[in-house]
Nanobody, 124 residues
């Protein structure tokens, strides 16, 4: 297992959650990592990504100003802080690695992703 997620759950609108994604060092140090969500009947949506090395951050338009991606280098872990949640944020959130997002500057819902976490359910 390359990516191990934790967090998620059920919150009231306006509430907050934090997701974690632990990875191997080889993934964490070299790959663009982030979060992708998918709700039933909807297309895959890029939530946030972070570049290896520089730590440059990327966000989907619908979450800018509300969600924050961060990382802990000592723990090879990436976090997603979800604030001001709305019912539209309800989805399964997948940690992902080897995203093309960091190179392309945008998320392609049909783009290749190298690794997936097991998914964490967020209910609002």
């Amino acid at each position: 297992v390359q990516l191990v997620e934790s967090g998620g759950g059920s919150v009231q609108p306006g509430g907050s959650l934090r997701l974690s994604c632990a990875s191997s060092g080889s993934i964490y140090d070299t790959m663009c990592m982030g979060w992708v969500r998918q709700a039933p009947g909807k297309e895959r949506e890029g939530v946030a990504a972070i570049s290896p090395g520089s730590g440059r951050r990327y966000y989907g338009d619908s979450v800018k100003g509300r969600f924050t991606i961060s990382r802990d280098n000592a723990a090879n872990t990436v976090y997603l802080q979800l604030n001001h949640l709305t019912p539209e944020d309800a989805a399964t959130y997948y940690c992902a690695a080897d995203l093309q997002w960091c190179r392309a500057g945008y998320f392609d819902p049909h783009g290749r992703v190298g690794y997936w976490g097991q998914g964490a359910q967020v209910t609002v």
